[in-house]
Nanobody, 117 residues
Framework: QVQLVESGGGLVQPGGSLTLSCAAS????????VSWFRQAPGEQRELVAS???????TYTDSVKGRFTISRDNGNKMVYLQMNSLKPEDTAVYYC???????????WGKGTLVTVSS
């Protein structure tokens, strides 16, 4: 059974930090591009950061220098370290794993991050 389970969300003050985790199971995690997306209330889901199979990373401009994506293929985990959080980072954060060659595309259920004083 394919699963992606996010954790680590919560309430944090502006300027604070959080680390999100995503645990994968049921598929060949190491062969997938893994990404974090987010969706704020009333907004479309947007790509935040991606990491390819061998570690190449990309970030949306609004989080560059503040967020870091990483992966542990042996333990089938992906992380999003978020620093200097801003109220506009408030959203539900989703983990995604994709392998275009097989058209496989998996999603977690999301974890809520709220940045507020």
């Amino acid at each position: 059974q394919v699963q992606l389970v996010e954790s680590g969300g919560g309430l944090v003050q502006p300027g604070g930090s959080l680390t999100l985790s995503c645990a994968a199971s049921g598929f060949g995690f190491g062969m997938y591009v893994v990404s974090w997306f987010r969706q704020a209330p009333g907004e479309q889901r947007e790509l935040v950061a991606s990491i390819k199979e061998f570690g190449t990373t990309t970030y949306t401009d609004s989080v560059k220098g503040r967020f870091t994506i990483s992966r542990d293929n042996g333990n089938k985990m992906v992380y999003l370290q978020m620093n200097s959080l801003k109220p506009e980072d408030t959203a539900v954060y989703y983990c995604n794993a994709k392998r275009p060659i097989t058209k496989s595309d998996y999603w977690g259920k999301g974890t809520l991050v709220t940045v507020s004083s």
